[in-house]
C-alpha cells in the first residue's frame, strides 16, 4: 500500500462545477500537508498548505482530518484553466530534514 | 537564481551509456531534493542533500546513481550504464529549513530522460 493514497481519477467536468478531490495518509507522524498542482510536462508547483482549521484561497478549500488522515480539496466554479493533475502530498520529517511524499495525482479536465 | 534550474531538459541516452544531470537550486536554500517521476506516477524521492553532507539516499534504486553536491550548492545526478527503465523526468527541488513546512519545496523543470 503506498504511503499517501488518492483518487484514480480522471475527473471530467464543466466549466462551472464544483469537483472534490480525496486523499488519504498512512503515516500518523506526518507533519505538514500540501495540494500541489502539476500541468502536462511541468514541474509539480505549490497550490496551497492544508492546515487542521481548514483553509481557502479563492476558489479552492483545502481540508485536513488528522484523526481520519485524510486530506481533501474543492474546486469551485472550476475554470479550463484548472485542468491539471492534482497532487496530494505529506511531510514527513526523519531527523531534522523533512521528507515530501507524493500520491499518485489526480488528473482533472475541465471542459467548455 | 530566481528558480531551481536543471539542465538539460531532455536526454536520450543508448543503453549502457552514463549520464549525468545538473542541479542548480535557488540561492541560499540549503536543502536540495532529487525524485524520479515515471510517467502517470507522482514523483518518488531519491536523495538529499543538507548543504553538501548527502543526509539521505534510501531513495536511489540502485548502485549505478550516484549524486554529489561538492561545495553545497549545484548538485549532480549521475546514472551509470543507463538502462530502459531509467526512463523518467527526474526533478530537482530545493529549500530553505525554515520554510519548508509551510511552503513545501520549489521544483525545477526537470530532466526528461529517455534511454533507447
Known amino acids: 500500500r503506498k504511503e499517501v493514497e488518492q483518487d484514480p481519477g480522471p475527473f471530467n467536468v464543466p466549466e462551472g462545477a464544483t469537483v472534490a478531490f480525496n486523499c488519504t495518509y498512512s503515516?500518523?507522524?506526518?507533519?505538514?500537508f500540501f495540494w500541489y498542482r502539476q500541468d502536462c510536462r511541468k514541474e509539480p508547483k505549490l497550490l496551497m498548505s492544508?492546515?487542521?482549521s481548514g483553509n481557502e484561497d479563492g476558489r479552492f478549500t483545502a481540508q485536513l482530518n488528522r484523526a481520519s488522515q485524510y486530506i481533501s480539496l474543492l474546486i469551485r466554479d472550476s475554470k479550463l484553466s484548472d485542468s491539471a493533475t492534482y497532487l496530494c502530498?505529506?511531510?514527513?520529517?526523519?531527523?531534522?530534514?523533512?521528507?515530501?511524499?507524493f500520491g499518485k495525482g489526480t488528473k482533472l479536465s475541465v471542459k467548455p | 537564481g530566481a528558480g531551481v534550474s536543471q539542465s538539460p531538459r531532455y536526454k536520450v541516452a543508448k543503453r549502457g551509456q552514463d549520464v549525468a544531470l545538473r542541479c542548480d537550486p535557488i540561492s541560499g536554500h540549503v536543502s536540495l531534493f532529487w525524485y524520479q517521476q515515471a510517467l502517470g506516477q507522482g514523483p518518488e524521492f531519491l536523495t538529499y542533500f543538507q548543504n553538501e553532507a548527502q543526509l539521505d539516499k534510501s531513495g536511489l534504486p540502485s548502485d549505478r546513481f550516484f549524486a554529489e553536491r561538492p561545495e553545497g550548492s549545484v548538485s549532480t545526478l549521475k546514472i551509470q550504464r543507463t538502462q530502459q527503465e531509467d526512463s523518467a523526468v527526474y526533478l530537482c527541488?530545493?529549500?530553505?529549513?525554515?520554510?519548508?513546512?509551510?511552503?513545501?519545496?520549489?521544483f525545477g523543470s526537470g530532466t526528461r530522460l529517455t534511454v533507447v
Open positions: 503515516n500518523s507522524a506526518s507533519q505538514s
Open positions: 502530498v505529506v511531510l514527513n520529517y526523519g531527523g531534522s530534514q523533512g521528507n515530501l511524499i
Open positions: 527541488a530545493s529549500s530553505s529549513l525554515d520554510r519548508q513546512a509551510d511552503y513545501g519545496y520549489t
Open positions: 492544508v492546515y487542521s
